[in-house]
């Protein structure tokens, strides 16, 4: 069965009240939290700690719940877009983006509809703007972190300004980014082991006198 002809997921029946007011204030609030706090969290949090493992650690579980939150609730909520992915009876992965249908189409809260794409688009061009000042002063560790904080977010405004353009699917780049994002999980794994498993000095060999 085809899931494109079959939409299990309840897709554009939410409060759809088109106020000044923002009608899912909790969706909207949880939006912002995540991504920001993973923001301020690499931007001060060398303030308080000088272990890296605490910060790395802590910064990506807060990119992992916003990158989930993001592309499964706030962008199907507020601004009635959907991205998401399927396997084929023959193995193949098929990248689904799609916006809200019918006459509920356009009924999206404007307010809402500015903080979602705001928060998309500033929070990215913050991450890039710490990419290249790690990258000028040579920190590789934190440009690591910063290489997978650009990943997840590159990877949702991606996602969405794709769904802008109605029900399409995408294979090729969607699929490098998928890659992209499994090869960064893999040099985090190698990081954490290398900062966690110091090398261990040579063995030190006394020299023996000839008699």
Known sequence: MD?????????????????????????????????????????????????????????????????????????????????????????????????????????????????FWAGLWSVTGMWILFFITSFFSINFKWMLLVSIALTLNIANLHGYIKCKGGNQENVGISSMASSFIFQNIGKVRETMSSLNNPPSSPPNIKPTGIV
């Open 3 to 115: 899931p494109l002809s079959d939409d299990t997921i309840p897709f554009g029946e939410e409060n759809l009240a088109n106020s000044t007011k923002l009608p899912h204030p909790y969706v909207t609030f949880f939006h912002l939290f995540f991504r920001v706090s993973a923001v301020v969290i690499y931007f001060f949090g060398r303030i308080f700690t000088d272990s890296f493992i605490t910060l790395f650690v802590l910064i990506i579980l807060l990119l992992s719940m916003d990158f989930w939150i993001v592309k499964n609730i706030t962008g199907r909520i507020m601004v009635g877009l959907r991205w998401w992915n399927y396997v084929d009876d023959d193995g193949v992965s098929h990248w689904v983006y799609e916006s809200r249908k019918g006459s509920v189409q356009h009924r999206v809260n404007s307010s809402e509809h500015r903080i």
